[in-house]
């Protein structure tokens, strides 16, 4: 079982940055990813990293303004987030894929394990 916790979530000013952090339990070779989800609409992609840390995949909409990261000897995943804008307020959730280590997928139901969500807010 992998533990999954999220931080770093916040109010922030529509140009400013955030960076959240994902804290797994446990070891963490596999495929990590964020996903995102605002009111009222479905979850969706938003980054991927393989477990070596040298494959990344984002969302075409988050694409050049987030990044992320990982340290495996900390089990930690960060997604560093630039350029906010208004459309990036949801509640960010961190997920593992236990299946895959270095094949990335973007589909939420491919992800096993679920952290709990930290909510992003951009105001305009």
């Known amino acids: 079982q992998v533990q999954l916790v999220e931080s770093g979530g916040g109010l922030v000013q529509a140009g400013g940055s955030l960076r959240l952090s994902c804290a797994a339990s446990g070891r963490t070779s596999y495929v990590m990813g964020w996903f995102r989800q605002a009111p009222g609409k479905e979850r969706q992609f938003v980054a991927a990293?393989?477990?070596?840390?040298?494959?990344?995949y984002y969302a075409d909409s988050v694409k050049g303004r987030f990044t992320i990261s990982r340290d495996n000897a900390k089990n930690t995943v960060w997604l560093q987030m630039n350029s906010l804008k208004p459309e990036d307020t949801a509640v960010y959730y961190c997920?593992?894929?236990?299946?895959?280590?270095?094949?990335?997928?973007?589909?939420?139901?491919?992800?096993?394990?679920w952290g709990q969500g930290t909510q992003v807010t951009v105001s305009s």
């Open positions: 997920a593992a894929d236990p299946t895959r280590r270095t094949v990335i997928t973007t589909r939420a139901n491919e992800y096993d394990y």
């Open positions: 990293i393989s477990w070596s840390g040298s494959k990344t």
